[in-house]
């Protein structure tokens, strides 16, 4: 109950300074800058370069990313989720609306789309449960799309996980704090058992948080049809590759 008062207090405040912000600064595309754009042309050509990567456990044994996590699509991506950027709420609920129509996997019956789950402590450092109100326009997307039975269930909860963000800390150390962290918060009845779930998830590096949800899914009697993200962590080097110049390359150049 607190919680949730602190969690609406945090969004409030949040979304009077991001209204602010936007009376003083005219938004440029959370990607490139380009002006008057929320997400620019090329930006959301990058973001329709989809990756697919092994996701076992799940009925088609993969999961779907919009684009890469590097350049434009990283900058993207974290002016939304960790800068307040909601507006990008509208073009990426079309982009993962499109990229799980197109993936050829949905067979007309009933979807319950799950998002990923957030501790509370993002939460309330977001203001918001950013993937659930992403599902949820992806939702609306995919009803006007004509997909008509569609049901949006934040069946996944964090059980006493510390939470930070991707980028705050390598991909392995945050899937060891999930570990075991990941609860479904109620058991498959008759009309879950009846439709496909899909996970919803912002980013994917290792694949080892995303894999800790479906078996919680899967404990809790769901069948999980895939996953749809926007980006995916291409394999970093170990090693940084010289360049020609002698100068080391960036893993993630802009
Ligand atoms: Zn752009």
Not at 26 to 44: F, H, K, S
Not at 210 to 236: E, I, N
């Amino acid at each position: 109950m607190l919680r949730d008062v602190f969690v609406r207090l945090a969004s409030t405040a949040a979304a009077l300074a991001r209204l602010a912000r936007d009376l003083m600064i005219p938004r440029g595309c959370a990607g490139c800058d380009m002006p008057d754009r929320v997400l620019c042309g090329d930006c959301t050509a990058l973001m329709t370069e989809h990756v697919r990567f092994d996701l076992p456990g799940t009925l088609t044994g993969e999961g779907l990313a919009c684009g890469a996590y590097r350049g434009p699509v990283r900058h993207a991506v974290l002016q939304w989720k960790d800068h307040g950027d909601e507006e990008c709420d509208g073009p990426f609920s079309r982009l993962l609306a499109d990229l799980l129509t197109g993936s050829g996997r949905l067979d007309g019956r009933p979807l319950l789309l799950v998002p990923a789950p957030s501790t509370s402590r993002s939460m309330h450092e977001r203001g918001r449960w950013h993937m659930r109100q992403l599902t949820v326009r992806m939702a609306s997307r995919l009803k006007r799309d004509g997909y008509g039975d569609i049901a949006v269930v934040p069946l996944l909860r964090t059980v006493g996980a510390g939470g930070k963000s991707v980028q705050m800390s390598g991909a392995a150390q945050r899937a060891q704090r999930l570990d075991g962290h990941i609860a479904v918060t109620r058991r498959a009845n008759a009309t879950g058992e009846r439709r496909q779930v899909v996970l919803v998830d912002d980013i994917v590096t290792s694949g080892a948080t995303m894999r800790y949800c479906v078996d919680a899914l899967r404990r809790g009697g769901y069948d999980v049809l895939t996953a749809v993200v926007l980006a995916h962590t291409p394999l970093r080097r170990v090693d940084p590759e010289p360049a020609a110049d002698g100068n080391c390359r960036s893993p993630h150049p802009r």
